[in-house]
Nanobody, 120 residues
């Protein structure tokens, strides 16, 4: 199982970026999918998550600016980031809680991380 994240880059304050993360490999089902970030000198934090049924939750710092969504047919999760601020600068990691086989336990998998830099 692999998670391939893309979409990071350099953007000016107030700008937008869209992150994508696709799950590949043989799996039975995907439970929660989400995005975390680690800013320089800080601990990793949850940015947003979306359950298999579509319910979402967001960090207070991104509410109203970021939108998480998923395409279950493509096993892909997205993070639309609008109104970006310098404090959003971080490496963003996608996460998926996956059941590989019908009899398997749920396990968390991580993408490789994509750098988002918000600077003028």
């Amino acid at each position: 199982v692999q998670l391939q994240a893309s979409g990071g880059g350099l953007v000016q304050p107030g700008g937008s970026l869209r992150l994508s993360c696709a799950v590949s490999g043989s799996i039975y089902s995907i439970n929660t999918m989400g995005w975390y970030r680690r800013a320089p000198g800080k601990q990793r934090e949850l940015v947003a998550a979306v359950a298999s049924g579509g319910s979402t939750n967001y960090a207070d710092s991104v509410k109203g600016r970021f939108t998480i969504s998923r395409d279950n047919a493509k096993n892909t999760v997205y993070l639309q980031m609008n109104g970006l601020k310098p404090e959003d600068t971080a490496v963003y990691y996608c996460n998926a809680v996956i059941r590989r086989f019908s009899y398997s336990n749920l396990m968390a998998y991580w993408g490789q991380g994509t750098l988002v830099t918000v600077s003028s």
